[in-house]
């Protein structure tokens, strides 16, 4: 098998850009214009110079792997290429893979970037200020000097994410190669939209802001979402601001509950705010429909240190608002197309699942496996219910009480922020917080078990911590430290390696998110293999796009999938819920 590192350089400038396009919209825009192309193989073949200038039936068929470091956008770029009919690209009809080495730096645990990895993986420091030169820059308009600069830096990338590969590659197993496959096939196809019910939501929206805008007395003279302006005039009215007016505060939430019926403005802030961010979102769910009523969209592998997904390119699927606002649901948005249904399903409270079993609680997880109510099942365990019937509906409290603790204490959290947290008072979070650990001293335990073997590398002068998942995936922190103020260690955050500071329960949440990330991933590879198209991951949930006539017996397989444990999570207590729909919906 050989192996070619492909890199694309294409024209972009402030408003010619991914982020505002989407990539296909971005590769058709009538400035558009792939003008380089950097290949090296191992096999010793390096090019760089204009892609129809290549033969590239020198690295086509089955016998080889393309690679790209972001492969979600090289891999549209050279389908453009073929659809332009420029050089020979149309002469490629097969390779055996294409793998994205991004997506294997965030397998190891460093920054996606192809300067932050190579740094951290193979030493070697590599520079984009020609990338950052190259901006509005066009090939033809390039001086003899700057367009060298331009070949040495793309070759340099095509070399470096062919080291990438050939050095680290065979620590990346086929089936996390198959699911960063599967997210960028599943992120390209997209979803399908309602383009009739956008446009229309877009100018209901567009009035609600207008008659918003009315009520709003600086609405002429000062910015309109001012928080300046807001504060002074919430003054003017004799009343104390909250600290912060951000959507979610709870106390701007009480703010404005308070006070909105008597001071009409101070919801018509609110509101057009709401407004406005769902017309920003539904314009751009607009501008990337791609013309057959479906929109592409970004989504990274292993964007969050425990390889959850995370939104890219500006436009983030994995964080779409829930509810109406000013009588538009932008999740409706999504609609299947005639003769589909969506099959929405997702794993029922994976997480204290993971956690009970991952703690060894045989007797918890008895319960959980007898009783389908994951809260009861918790409440018995404990000692805490022993009636016949069901908790949720003879007493509504505990289980509220119950889910509190379930969702807040699992990790380690202290009283003071549970307090925080659930809206408790501090001497009812600190009683909730104790009850927690003394029916929990599986799971105290585990948070102890991890923070000693932190510390045990830590003695042995490790520069590594690793922690081994289930799957047999490892989680990796680096250049780990210790002293009175704790632990430290370096993960990536943000693009880049960042010192945080870790504890057993810290550690354990990781450990949690990152097996049940491992489950939910190995069930959406099961249901694509099953032929059902997965649409859309979002957190624990999988948006499936299945016939009409056979949508009931489609769902009913893909619960099924989801309610299985993968073969390494033996005993584990799965359960999932699942409904059709012509829309998504939560």
């Not at 192309?37 to 590239?56: L, Q, S």
């Not at 029916?439 to 923070?451: E, M, P, S």
Request: glycine share 6%; charged share 25%.
């Amino acid at each position: 098998m050989s192996i070619a590192a492909v890199d694309f350089e294409t024209y972009y400038d402030s408003e010619v850009t991914i982020v505002t396009l989407g990539v296909h919209h971005y590769l058709r825009h009538p400035q558009s214009d792939i003008y380089l192309v950097a290949i090296a193989t191992d096999t010793g073949i390096e090019f760089v110079g204009n892609p129809k200038d290549f033969d590239w039936t020198q690295i086509s068929g089955p016998d080889w792997t393309w690679l790209s470091h972001n492969a979600q956008f090289d891999l549209p770029v050279f389908q453009r290429l073929q659809e332009l009919e420029a050089g020979n690209t149309c002469e490629v009809r097969e390779i055996a893979a294409w793998h994205d080495t991004a997506d294997l730096a965030a397998f190891l645990g460093v920054p996606r970037s192809l300067k932050e990895s190579s740094n951290f993986l193979l030493g070697t420091k590599l520079s984009k200020d020609v990338r950052d030169k190259m901006k509005g820059q066009r090939w033809d308009a390039m001086t003899p000097e700057f367009r060298e600069d331009v070949c040495k830096y793309a070759i340099d990338d095509a070399i470096y994410c062919l080291k990438l590969f050939t050095q680290y590659g065979h620590l990346w197993p086929e089936h996390e190669r198959e699911i960063s496959q599967m997210t960028r096939q599943m992120a390209l196809r997209g979803v399908p939209l309602d383009v009739p019910g956008l446009k229309n939501d877009i100018e209901l929206l567009k009035t609600a802001l207008w008659e918003y805008k009315q009520s709003i007395p600086w609405k002429d003279d000062k910015a309109l979402l001012s928080s300046v302006a807001l504060r002074e005039e919430c003054h003017k009215h004799g009343l104390i601001p909250p600290e912060s007016f951000a959507q979610g505060d709870v106390a701007a939430e009480l703010f404005f509950k308070e006070h909105g019926d008597k001071f009409p403005w101070l919801m018509a802030v609110r509101d057009y705010r709401k407004a406005s961010k769902h017309l920003s979102t539904l314009e751009t769910m607009l501008k990337r429909e791609r013309g057959d009523g479906w929109m592409s969209y970004g989504l990274k592998y292993g964007g969050a240190h425990t390889l959850r997904d995370s939104g890219d390119t500006g436009l983030n699927l994995q964080n779409l608002p829930k509810g109406i606002v000013s009588g538009v649901d932008i999740r409706a948005k999504i609609k299947a197309p005639e003769g589909f249904k969506f099959a929405i399903c997702d794993l029922s409270q994976i997480e204290p699942r993971v956690l009970h079993w991952l703690a060894k609680d045989h007797k918890m997880l008895k319960f959980i496996k007898e009783i389908p109510d994951l809260y009861e099942a918790q409440a018995r365990a404990w000692g805490l219910y022993e009636k016949e019937g069901s908790l949720k509906k003879n007493d509504p409290a505990l289980r509220h009480q119950i889910k509190q603790l379930a969702l807040g204490l699992g990790y380690g959290m202290g009283a003071v922020k549970f307090a925080s947290v659930a809206g408790v008072e501090p001497d009812e979070a600190m009683r909730l917080t104790k009850l927690y650990r003394d029916k929990n001293v599986l799971i105290t335990k585990l948070w102890r078990d991890l923070q000693n073997m932190f510390d045990a590398s830590i003695n042995e002068k490790d520069e590594e911590f690793h922690m081994e998942l289930p799957s047999g995936r490892l989680m990796r922190y680096r250049q780990i430290s210790g002293n009175e103020f704790g632990a430290r260690a370096k993960i990536p955050r943000n693009g880049k390696m960042m010192e945080l500071g870790f504890w057993g329960g810290i550690f354990c949440e990781n450990l949690v998110q990152a097996t049940a990330r491992d489950v939910f991933m190995h069930q959406c590879l099961q249901i694509e293999k099953a032929g059902i198209p997965v649409l859309m991951r979002v957190h624990d949930e999988a948006v499936c796009l299945v016939p009409e006539e056979s949508a009931q017996e489609r769902l009913d397989q893909i619960i099924s999938i989801m309610s299985t444990a993968p073969e390494w999570a033996e005993g584990l207590p799965l359960a999932a819920e699942g409904s059709l729909s012509e829309v998504y919906k939560k």
